[in-house]
């Protein structure tokens, strides 16, 4: 059997870490047990247009291993080619780079390692939030140019305390960041999701639903985005949206860059609107060198938290995404039943209600 990995390049780095897992130098560790097996194991980083390894390597695989971080988009156009496949597993959290509908329609699985890095992205919400109401990365940038003026930087540096901080999607991550903001006393702690939280999970993060977004965005001093990827949620956060953002909020996103609209982000940074965008997705992976997120300012010239898409990514997570993708593996191969936490689409059908009310 072929099994495809689209893994990215972890060069220097990964030869003397080896436990970068999840590159394609180490190739989420499982070569020599699948190679053990009789199998056939191409990893690469070869991902975009007709001649690259991936539209090659489809063809004629059964299993198809990604990674939200350096995403092989496997467009429906692809599974109409992808004959052999039977399985796609993202090592990680995020199938939104699979297409869902084709997978069910050709009955192609897609299962994720649920959970695997959830932790890890909550913890980097809290530090995204922090760094920009206590506008951070400016302050740092001054003292490596060598200035200091304190005025400069406390101007638009404020507490989290007292504060209202809301979380699109109430999920894994999204409740682990409630939980995570408590101890801060931020004035009101909400939430926008079409699943209400378990009544008890609700109380013990003391966090109010609300149900209209516009209404719930007009609330919050900081928004967080923590739902999947999907036609539901694609430009989520558009201009429309943002006229109805208190003026000055702060938005955070390391849920899925297409969630937000960058043109509308920059421009709401531009005008004043929002006082700082923060996260590490893109709509586009790796994001151009122009991308207008790498560089796009409030009007202090700060408010600018964007960094690559490693927030789920630490070492921590990858030995739980690895061992995670190799179980999933296993599963398929020796017929056991796959853990429900992990089923996005079953054979046919959409296991998961994360990705979508259908
Ligand atoms: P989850 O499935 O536990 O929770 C997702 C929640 O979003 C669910 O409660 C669902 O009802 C809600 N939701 C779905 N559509 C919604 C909508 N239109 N409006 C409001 N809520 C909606 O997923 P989990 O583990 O919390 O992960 C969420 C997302 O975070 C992933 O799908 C992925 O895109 C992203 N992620 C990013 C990582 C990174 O490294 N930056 C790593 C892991 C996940």
């Avoid at 009955?107 to 932790?119: A, F, M, R």
């Avoid at 999920?171 to 939430?191: H, T």
């Avoid at 509308?264 to 006082?275: D, E, I, M, Q, R």
């Avoid at 020796?334 to 259908?358: L, W």
């Amino acid at each position: 059997m072929k099994i495809l990995a689209i893994l990215y390049k972890g060069g220097d780095s990964a030869t003397s870490e080896p436990r970068l897992l999840g590159t394609v130098e180490n190739q989420l560790g499982i070569r020599e047990w699948l190679e053990s097996q009789g199998h056939e194991y191409v990893v690469t980083d070869s991902k975009e247009g007709p001649d690259s390894d991936f539209q090659k390597h489809i063809v004629d695989s059964e299993i198809l291993i990604t990674t939200p971080f350096h995403p092989g988009y496997l467009t429906a156009d692809l599974v109409e080619k992808a004959k052999k496949l039977k399985l796609c597993v993202t090592a990680g959290v995020g199938s939104d780079h699979i297409d869902l509908n084709a997978a069910v329609k050709h009955s192609i699985q897609v299962l994720e390692v649920s959970g695997s890095n959830v932790v890890s992205v909550a913890e980097h919400v809290v530090m995204s939030i922090l760094l920009l109401v206590r506008n951070f990365v400016p302050a740092h940038e001054m003292i490596e140019r060598g200035d200091w003026m304190v005025s400069d930087i406390a101007r638009n540096a404020f507490d989290l305390e007292g504060k209202i901080v809301g979380t699109i999607g109430a999920g894994r991550i999204g409740y682990r960041v409630l939980q995570r903001l408590l101890p801060f006393d931020c004035k009101e702690l909400l939430y926008y999701d079409y699943a209400p939280l378990p009544e008890a999970a609700g109380k013990a993060v003391n966090a109010r639903r609300v149900e209209d977004l516009k209404d719930f965005v007009s609330q919050c001093d900081v928004v967080t985005v923590n739902c999947p990827l999907h036609e539901g949620t694609m430009g989520l956060v558009n201009a429309d949206l943002l006229k109805h953002f208190k003026k000055g909020a702060w938005l955070v996103n390391t849920a899925r860059g297409a969630i937000c609209d960058k043109d509308a982000v920059a421009a709401a940074l531009a005008s004043g609107h929002l006082n700082g965008y923060s996260g590490d997705v893109w709509n586009v992976q790796p994001a151009p060198k122009d991308h207008v997120l790498r560089t796009a300012k409030n009007v202090l010239g700060g408010g600018n938290g964007m960094v690559p898409h490693y927030s789920g990514t630490t070492l921590d997570a990858q030995a739980r995404y690895a061992s995670g993708t190799k179980s999933i593996i296993e599963n398929y191969l020796s017929d056991k039943p796959q853990e429900a936490q992990n089923i996005i689409v079953g054979v046919g059908k959409f296991e998961t209600k994360a990705y979508g009310q259908r």
